[in-house]
């Protein structure tokens, strides 16, 4: 019999997309740091990309693979009102190859402790489970917290009122650690002390009210205990009535040296020490409670404070992401969100210490985000968590966008390199494409990258006459090798035991699909109303 797998299946599913891993290029017009406030903690290096999010995560794919601790993304919901036109089957099927093709980038990011969060709601959210079962291993899955998104019901929801978001959590590898929330204790109850461990409160081994409180319920946890005197004490209530204790026997005999056994009017009452904790924490809950966390509405808050004339149409509370890069991140760590919506991610981890990158293809990439994001670099926003952190302001980050395909076609129809690239961006784009670290040299003219310490590039698109690949050669020396990318070579490909020489543009053409700017269709250009809650990006 042939082996078979659980596995999610749609139409296209087979279909892969051989992506060209773009550059990236930097207008300093559009970058943005806060020179009279740096302080030696400040972070520069923070990526806001405006562009398609599939390429730009294969852009980052390179020098970011293993590197990034938390990925959180809110991607369009997929609610099927974008999509009245079209078959259901289709559609459903265009959005999870959409996403699919993210996730498998975005597990590469990933380094081995991180981790990746996704917002989504019941429209898809257990399709995708599926999906992420398959990308990161079912064993990797960590939990489906849910987030409760409103301040009140809706009471003219047709069938039930939606109250909440679902909040997929997967891990890289078992490497991940989520942190500990911190647990309040009521300090006025420890009024006992401890010579060598300090304050404690004294709580009731017996369990005396509540369901399952009698020995009945619970028989294994009806023993004895022997007294101080002697005497063998039983879990009996003040009434006679046969109750039980708190703990197993096996538990409490690992706390012998918690116990206090006190003899109250005559009768024994048995207590176990619980202890002030210094930095007490507890378990992070599934429960995401709009008290703790924000709801919807005070997101658009937080939004309209600083674009108060087009409030982003489904933001998420910097609460929320203060929670979520909380549980999953520590100072320093890198953040990415791709799905960067108003820019909430980035401002929260700005504010929190950890570094970022964003992607955003939507025009609010300049009409929301880099507003927010000066906003809270000079310290002028004392919105959403800027208070409880303490936030002043600080730091920066660089604009990029996406270059344009290095590969075009002429009027001809023949194939060549786009002329808007000039030779470091040439060098750079094949660099990336052939395996290589982009890293010109200050000492050796034809040294662009390297992929070891004696295997480097050199990319150009001159014709390389013999005389000139044999003085390439000398001065590459025989204790390296070189990778020669260029417009054509006047000798046998084999001549120079050092050189390996390769044609552009022919020697690439066969790496990835050239040509292709826009990977968002599937899902955005599906409807005219870009500003539909079902389509529009989330954040």
């Not at 078992?174 to 409160?201: L, M, R």
Request: net charge negative; charged share 30%.
């Amino acid at each position: 019999m042939s082996k078979t797998k659980l596995e999610l299946t749609w139409i296209g599913k087979n279909e892969r997309k051989k992506l060209e891993p773009r550059i990236l290029l930097e207008d300093p017009s559009k970058s943005y740091h806060a020179s009279q406030k740096v302080t030696e903690n400040d972070i520069f290096d923070n990526k806001l990309i405006f562009g398609d999010n599939l390429l730009a995560l294969k852009a980052l794919e390179q020098e970011y693979a293993g590197k990034v601790k938390c990925v959180f993304i809110d991607p369009p919901y997929n609610t099927g009102s974008a999509f009245e036109h079209y078959d259901d089957g289709v559609e459903h099927s265009l959005w999870l190859t959409l996403m699919r093709d993210r996730l498998e980038i975005i597990r590469n990011l990933l380094s081995d402790d991180g981790s990746l969060w996704i917002t989504i709601d019941d429209n898809e959210a257990h399709y995708l489970k599926v999906m992420c079962d398959e990308v990161f291993g079912r064993g990797n899955f960590v939990s489906n917290a849910l987030w409760q998104k409103v301040y009140s019901e809706r009471m003219d929801a047709r069938g039930f009122s939606n109250a909440h978001d679902h909040i997929l959590v997967y891990q890289k590898t078992d490497s991940f650690k989520i942190n500990q929330i911190p647990k309040e204790q009521n300090t006025k109850q420890f009024n006992f002390y401890d010579d060598v461990a300090g304050k404690y409160y004294r709580r009731r081994s017996l369990r005396k009210e509540g369901s399952e409180s009698l020995r009945k319920d619970r028989p294994s946890m009806w023993y004895p205990i022997e007294a101080p005197d002697g005497t063998t004490i039983y879990p009996v209530k003040p009434d006679g009535t046969e109750g039980r204790w708190r703990w197993k026997k096996d538990n409490l005999d690992k706390r012998q040296d918690e116990l206090d056994i006190v003899n109250k009017d005559g009768r024994w009452e048995i207590y176990v020490k619980q202890y002030l904790e210094a930095a007490a924490t507890r378990p992070p809950s599934t429960w995401f409670p709009n008290t703790e966390v924000g709801h919807n509405h005070e997101a658009k808050l937080e939004v309209k404070a600083f674009n108060p004339d087009d409030v982003f149409t489904t933001p998420k509370p910097e609460r929320l992401l203060e929670r979520i890069l909380f549980l999953a991140t520590n100072q320093g760590d890198l953040v990415l969100d791709s799905f960067a919506g108003s820019g909430t991610t980035g401002a929260v981890a700005h504010k929190m210490g950890r570094r970022w990158i964003m992607v955003e293809l939507g025009d609010h990439c300049h009409t929301h985000i880099i507003p927010r994001l000066q906003k809270v670099i000079d310290g002028d926003d004392q919105g959403g968590i800027s208070k409880s952190v303490n936030w002043q302001g600080g730091g920066g980050f660089r604009y990029y966008k996406l270059a344009p395909s290095l590969i075009v076609k002429d009027k001809f129809g023949l194939e060549v390199i786009n002329k808007e690239y000039n030779p470091e961006m040439l060098a750079e784009a094949v660099c990336k494409l052939e395996g290589f670290t982009y890293s010109p040299s200050e000492v050796d003219w034809w040294d662009h990258g390297y992929s070891t310490e004696t295997d480097h590039i050199y990319v150009t698109t001159q014709s390389l006459s013999v005389d000139k690949l044999e003085a390439l050669s000398e001065d590459v020396g025989s204790d390296r090798t070189l990778l020669v990318m260029c417009g054509a070579f006047r000798c046998e490909p084999a001549r120079f035991a050092n050189l390996t020489l390769k044609k552009l543009p022919k020697a690439i053409l066969d790496k990835c699909q050239f040509g292709q700017d826009d990977y968002s269709l599937n899902v955005a250009n599906l409807t005219d109303d870009a500003s539909d809650d079902s389509i529009a990006v989330q954040d």
